[in-house]
Nanobody, 124 residues
Framework: VQLQASGGGSVQAGDSLSLSCAIS????????VGWLRQAPGREREFVAA????????LYADAVKDRFTISRDSAKNTVFLQMNGLKPEDTAVYYC??????????????????WGQGTLVTVSS
């Protein structure tokens, strides 16, 4: 399965931004998808994840109530709507999928297929 993230950019604190992740390949619709991020000098961390059918979203505490993950199954695309952005949200954002279909995880270590990443910069 292949993933391609897009939509990053530079915004001011409090602004909104939407990321997209296009998923393709064999059985693409059967994979859960996660958004992970990595800030300079920090370890990669989990942001949000969604099931293969598009339900039961999971969020990191740091983004809960500000970020929303969703999925358009017909287009095999996963979105991350980010509202109320803060400077600490600055990072490269990746979408990724586990090695096994019909699973999804909150740890970046359990993600096997990765997109190329898209940079989000939030200035104060």
């Amino acid at each position: 399965v292949q993933l391609q993230a897009s939509g990053g950019g530079s915004v001011q604190a409090g602004d909104s931004l939407s990321l997209s992740c296009a998923i393709s390949g064999r059985r693409a619709s059967e994979y859960g998808v996660g958004w992970l991020r990595q800030a300079p000098g920090r370890e990669r961390e989990f942001v949000a994840a969604i099931k293969w059918r598009g339900g039961d979203p999971l969020y990191a505490d740091a983004v809960k109530d500000r970020f929303t993950i969703s999925r358009d199954s017909a287009k095999n695309t996963v979105f991350l709507q980010m509202n109320g952005l803060k400077p600490e949200d600055t990072a490269v954002y990746y979408c990724a999928a586990p090695q096994t279909t019909h699973t999804y995880f909150t740890s970046w270590r359990w993600h096997h297929y990765w997109g190329q990443g898209t940079l989000v910069t939030v200035s104060s």
